[in-house]
């Protein structure tokens, strides 16, 4: 009996610290609320939301990558957006928590990161909600968000260290460490901003070139 029960605790364990991955998706799906496909116990799914995008007005983030502080992103900025999902399977809260870490480095610099949802309660920490107001400005157009969703954002504070839910991450240059903590029926979100890519100085260079060469030849047809 008491073999059985140990059995039964270890696998409990195993299952939920499986070992993680990031699936990564160009175009978004119908929607990401809570409990909409697709979902993963131990998988982060993240996804294209805008590329060369260039805001017009300014954006709260809750993190700067230049300063490390919640901070604006100034109007004119040129950005692409990307979202990253882990919703555990179904709505059984009685599952317990589920944990995902894993890193990810993206082709040009973090700029910002947006990591703050909706809390229905005023006893929980104060949240900015930042997700929810860049949604309007960042979302891909068709999906639908989770938007006023309560336990939508990570949950970064100590306050929630006591329910193994806490999450975190740190940002280096252009990579993202993440960890974080989900318990059904709620879902982790945060979404982050890099730098549009610059053209590389061979490929300006040679588009000057073609440039040059056509006009040549306009001339010379003259």
């Known amino acids: 009996m008491i073999r059985s029960t140990l059995f039964l605790l270890a696998a409990l364990l195993l299952a939920n610290n499986a070992q993680a991955g990031i699936i990564v998706s160009d175009t978004t799906p119908a929607s990401l ?3 909409a496909q697709p979902e993963s116990d ?43 999902n882990f919703d555990a399977v179904g709505d059984d809260y009685d599952r317990g928590s589920f944990s995902a870490e894993e890193s990810y ?35 891909a157009a068709g999906t639908v968000y989770s938007t006023n ?3 939508r954002g990570l949950e970064v504070e100590d306050f929630y260290g006591a329910n193994n839910t806490q999450d975190s991450f740190v940002v280096n240059g252009n990579q993202i460490d993440l960890e974080l903590f989900v318990r059904a ?3 982790d979100q ?7 890519k610059v053209p590389e100085p061979n490929a300006i260079m040679l588009f000057g070139l073609a440039l040059i060469l056509v006009a040549t030849r306009r001339f010379k047809s003259k």
């Open 190 to 196: 945060l979404r982050v901003i890099t730098a549009v």
């Open 33 to 35: 609320e809570a409990n």
């Open 185 to 187: 029926p709620y879902a």
């Open 149 to 151: 969703s309560n336990g």
């Open 105 to 139: 480095s993206f082709e040009t610099e973090i700029l910002a990161v947006i990591w703050t949802g909706y809390r229905e309660s005023s006893a929980h920490p104060f949240s900015a909600n930042l997700l929810d107001a860049s949604d309007l400005v960042l979302g």
């Open 42 to 84: 131990t998988d982060i799914f993240l996804y294209t939301e805008q590329e060369n995008f260039t805001l017009t007005d300014d954006l709260g983030v809750d993190y700067l990558a230049s300063t490390g502080l919640s901070g604006v992103l100034a109007a004119g900025t040129e950005l692409n957006s990307y979202i990253f």
